[in-house]
C-alpha cells in the first residue's frame, strides 16, 4: 500500500512542478495591456493646470511711454522779476497742465498756471498773475523730459500803495496815451500779453495711473497794463486809456503729480 501512495506522489508532483509556472505567467500584465490601460499623452501643458496662464503684467514704467491722456497738477515758489524798473516779486505758482502723450518721445500740454504776488509792500508786485502757454514737450529719458511754450501772460493787481506817475495827466487827457517807459509804474497793472516758458521736468512712475516729480520752469512775459480814466474821447466816443508796457522774467520750481 506504501509503495502504491509512494509511486502515486512521484508521478504526480511534476505535473503541479509544470502547471504552477503556466499560471503565473497567466496572471502577468503584457506591456501591450499597459499601454492600453494608460491615458493618452497630453502635449499641452496647460491642459493639465485647471486655469490657463495669463500673459505677463505690462510694466508701469513701460504703460507711461504709451500715447494717451495725461492730466499734471502742481504747485511751489516761484519769483517774477521786473525789467527797467517794472515791478516784481515772489510768488506762489499754481498750475495745471492738460494734454496727451503723442509717442515714446513726445507729448502736447496746455498748461494754465496761476501766481499769487504780493508777499511785500511798497513798490512791489501785488496780485494775480496767470498765464495760458501750448507746450511741446521732448521725453530726453524715461524720467527726464525738457518743454518750451508760447502764449498768453497777464496781471490783475489790486492795491499797491504806488504814486501815479502822472496824477495832473489823468485829468487833462483828451485821448489815449502810452507811457514810454515803466521805470515809473502805474499804480496798478491789469493787462494781458505774451508769455513764453522753458521748463525741465523730473518724474517718478508711482503706478500704472500716477507719477510725480519735480519742475524747473524759466519764463517770462510781456503784459499791456491798461487803465481806464473814466472819460471818453470827443471825436472818437472811444475809453481814454492810459497804457505801460511791462516786461518781467523769472523762474519756479514746482512739484508736480501727474495721472493717465
Request: glycine share 10%; aromatic share 10%.
Amino acid at each position: 500500500m506504501m509503495r502504491a501512495l509512494l509511486l502515486l506522489l512521484v508521478l504526480t508532483l511534476p505535473q503541479f512542478a509544470l502547471a504552477a509556472p503556466q499560471v503565473a505567467l497567466s496572471t502577468e500584465v503584457t506591456p501591450t495591456e499597459i499601454a492600453v490601460d494608460m491615458p493618452a499623452a497630453v502635449t499641452d501643458a496647460d491642459e493639465l493646470l485647471p486655469f490657463k496662464l495669463s500673459l505677463p503684467t505690462e510694466e508701469d514704467a513701460a504703460a507711461w511711454q504709451q500715447p494717451g491722456f495725461r492730466l499734471q497738477m502742481g504747485t511751489g515758489f516761484g519769483i517774477l522779476r521786473g525789467i527797467d524798473g517794472t515791478p516784481g516779486d515772489k510768488n506762489i505758482p499754481i498750475l495745471v497742465r492738460i494734454g496727451a502723450r503723442l509717442d515714446r518721445d513726445w507729448s502736447l500740454f496746455g498748461s494754465f498756471q496761476f501766481a499769487v504776488a504780493g508777499w511785500r509792500k511798497n513798490g512791489d508786485l501785488s496780485g494775480l498773475r496767470f498765464a495760458g502757454t501750448i507746450d511741446p514737450t521732448w521725453h530726453i529719458t524715461e524720467h527726464l523730459d525738457l518743454a518750451a511754450g508760447f502764449g498768453f501772460g497777464g496781471l490783475v493787481e489790486g492795491s499797491t500803495g504806488r504814486s501815479d506817475p502822472d496824477a495832473a495827466q489823468r485829468a487833462a487827457l483828451v485821448a489815449s496815451y502810452t507811457f514810454p517807459s515803466a521805470r515809473t509804474p502805474m499804480v496798478a497793472c491789469s493787462g494781458v500779453g505774451v508769455a513764453g516758458l522753458l521748463r525741465a521736468t523730473y518724474m517718478w512712475v508711482l503706478g500704472p495711473l500716477s507719477a510725480t516729480g519735480f519742475a524747473v520752469q524759466t519764463d517770462g512775459q510781456w503784459t499791456a497794463c491798461v487803465e481806464n480814466v473814466g472819460r471818453v474821447e470827443p471825436d472818437t466816443a472811444q475809453s481814454i486809456v492810459r497804457r505801460q508796457w511791462w516786461s518781467n522774467a523769472g523762474g519756479s520750481l514746482t512739484w508736480v503729480i501727474s495721472w493717465r
